[in-house]
């Protein structure tokens, strides 16, 4: 085969290949067309469904409302009416009573004239008699037309114009949300959810993060913040298990929310932090996050460690303090190279802490610079980040070498930065915690 030939056949081949990437980025591009379509088709329906419901059910209640406010005002008519009309008719009855009486009085006045003379006396005495009992000089009262009522009804007819302008404005259609998840971080056993308006437009007073586990056994999406952060670490996830999370906002002066955001899946493959069980004076909770101070009888201070060394550099490692005890200069809270089985403190070698007064010891000894005391509500940041003292062979941390640690610890509005220099190459950690006294308790995440 000439050299032509065999040029020509590669050239075929990479026209071959060239051609099936294309029609697969091609298909691609129309997979995602259809599930753009599909997003707009469906939530145009379920817009459409929306609206439908909710007027329908504002008529239903408009409806019975007017009609309530009818039979009200009806009632009251009827009220007045019985009221008014009742002594009225007393009233005619007694008139026509008085009528029946002079009728009959009539009647005999004009039988005594006609009588004869023999009768006549014993007939006009009798009228006579008849008249003076009747009282003929006494008349009863008729109420004058101003001193009865006369029902009517006022009706405000602008009503009508503020129903018109209310129903005017109630609702809207947007095409898109005005905020949407930005980014879905990993964390131990949590997701950092960021978010962000898109809407440059909209004025946001609050945000609401939801979330639930994907699939159909998901469930309903549930709250997992409330507030005006742009983001929130969800804690309490499970390792390799996909989440959908969304968001929403609230503008200034509004009671109502926004449409959500479109739902995005996340996820983390990181182990959640955990206390190591077993430790005596500590009392864990369920998830083993959750560590209480409970025995502060013993001499010594027992360290409490993680139960492996689950914090790796380029993390964030935060404690979070819900219940506080007495304050003593052996209280620390932070990471070490190892779980030191047997030490007092994490005031010691190979170890950074902070004390519950602020005090910030490396490798045992205390820094000139100090944080916030620690309280109740305190939360404490630790960031790391590698830096090489000495070039490591091949780059392999697990060969050893001289390393140290860039350290940022936090606390409250307040950090401070150094370099901690350990024995050996690191790239996870244990992270601990000891208090003197009981009462202590501590979240960490």
Partial sequence: MSVEVDLLLQEAKESIEAAQNYRSE???????????????????????????????????????????????????????????????????????????????????????????????????????????????????????????????????????????????????????????????????????????????DFAAADYRLQYRRSGSGGGQFEDAYIGRDCEFLVLHLDPHIDYQFRVCARGEGRTEWSPWSIPQTGYTTLTPHEWCPGTDGYILSSRRNIALRSDSSQARCPVLYSNAPTYFCGQTLTFKISAAGQMDRGDSLGVCVDSGKGAKSLQRDQAVCISTNGAVFVNGKEMTNQLPAVTVGSTLTFDMEVVNLFPVSNNNLSEGGNFKLRVTIGSGNREVVFDWLVDQAVDCLFFGCSFVHSGWKVLVF
């Fill in 26 to 200: 091609l298909q691609q591009r129309l997979n995602g067309l259809n599930q753009a379509r599909k997003q707009v088709r469906g939530s145009s329906g379920q817009a459409r469904e929306a609206l439908r419901r909710h007027f329908t059910e504002l008529q239903a209640a408009a409806s019975r409302l007017l009609a309530e406010r009818l039979a009200t005002l009806l009632a009251e008519v009827d009220t007045i009416e019985a009221d008014s009309v009742n002594p009225l008719d007393d009233c005619q009855s007694l008139i026509e009573h008085g009528v029946g009486q002079a009728d009959e009085l009539l009647r005999e006045g004009e039988a005594a004239l006609r009588c004869g003379l023999g009768e006549k006396e014993d007939k006009l005495g009798s009228f006579t008699k008849k008249a003076m009992h009747i009282h003929l000089d006494s008349l009863p009262e008729v109420p004058a037309l101003v001193d009865v009522p006369c029902v009517s009804a006022q009706l405000d007819d602008s009503l009508l114009g503020l129903l018109r302008d209310r129903v005017s404005r109630l609702g809207s259609v947007s095409s898109h949300p005005p905020v949407q998840i930005d980014e879905l971080q990993e964390r131990p056993g949590s997701v950092l959810a960021r978010w962000c308006k898109v809407d440059e």
